[in-house]
């Protein structure tokens, strides 16, 4: 288990505030947020690169924090790779063994496992700059694992890759991460990387931690305009509420039965507003609109629609805009669920 607690790092025009996660035994957990909100520099207090002002790292119980990094038991793969253009993809693997106490035979038996189980055996004695970018990311795999790290810390792991690559890689990390049973920490900036991989994960807004839980709890119940808005609930209303009943600046909302606040904002995700079609009458709420504008991207539409005055956004099949003939100027109506409306008090930031 790695725990953060209450850590504190001053640099000239960026700090991180009251950093405290527990990271357990066998997580995936990703560390999600804007660019520049610091999740990165996580990872490098984590492994000691950057001396913490406040707080303390430990690791299965044992203080850290003042470690030097190859002491601290914790490997890393960056999204650029960083191997050695100069040497062997065998003496990059080995690299780091050098410089811990491990018996030749074994690290030679890992070896032989590693790079059975990333496939990269037959590239031992290439040079990396001719190697493809799942290649090197393979090679910087192994050159952590071999290690035996308590956990692997990923720096946006997929992000330098082709969309085809970043699959390959994807299943590899959980691959590993199923087999080897590895603790690994993801600073990702894809959605769907977190979802098929973490199961907890942790949202940073300017160097301080705003959310954190299981995935699906984050992004199911978010705790504040901001962490709904940055889990892609892109219709954030404000409203007045009375039992489940929300007026917003255009239609009234029936909202799921519960206790609301008074006064607060709504949060839909634009997939969870759909098309009405014909014989659907399951959902709670059923307005009509004007589509205003859409925008194609590939597989589906984003639609904003007018509805009495409201601005929604929309996420719609491809398939049923072309049948429909849906483009700017047609009327439709639509339908969403209670359930999918999400209460946030008015406090929240
Ligand atoms: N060694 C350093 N010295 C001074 N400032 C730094 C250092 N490393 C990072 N920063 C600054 O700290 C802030 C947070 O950086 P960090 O790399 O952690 O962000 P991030 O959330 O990982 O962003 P991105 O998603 O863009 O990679 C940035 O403003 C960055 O310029």
Known sequence: MIHLSHLYLTLPDFSLKDITLTIDQGDFFALIGPTGAGKSLILETMLGMLPV????????GTDITRLPPEKRGLGIVYQDFALF???????NILYGTAFHDLAPHKVENHLKFLVEKLGIAHLLD?????????????????????????????????????????????DLLRSIHRDLGTT????????????YLANKVAILKDGSIVQQGEVEQVFDQPNSRFTAGF??????????????????????????????PAGGFLAIRPEDICPLRAGHNGFENTLSGTITHMAHQGFYF?????????????VWDKHFVLEHDLEPGTRVDIGFYAHKVHVLPENTG
């Open 231 to 260: 889990v892609g609930m892109r219709n954030i209303l404000e409203a007045t509420i009375e039992d489940n009943r929300a007026q917003t600046r255009g239609p009234a909302v029936i909202l799921p039965a519960g206790n609301h």
């Open 85 to 91: 253009p100069h040497l062997s993809v065998r003496k």
């Open 302 to 314: 984003d639609v904003w629609l007018d509805v009495a005055g409201l601005r929604l956004q929309a």
């Open 126 to 170: 290439r040079k990396p700059t001719t190697l493809s970018g799942g290649e090197k990311q393979r090679v910087a795999l192994a050159r952590a694992l071999i290690l035996e790290p308590a956990a692997l810390l990923l720096d946006e792991p997929l992000s330098a890759l082709d969309p085809v690559l970043r699959e390959e890689i994807k």
């Open 184 to 195: 690994m920490v993801m600073v990702s900036h894809s959605f769907s990387d977190v979802f």
């Open 53 to 60: 002002h406040r707080g303390t790292i430990s690791l299965n």
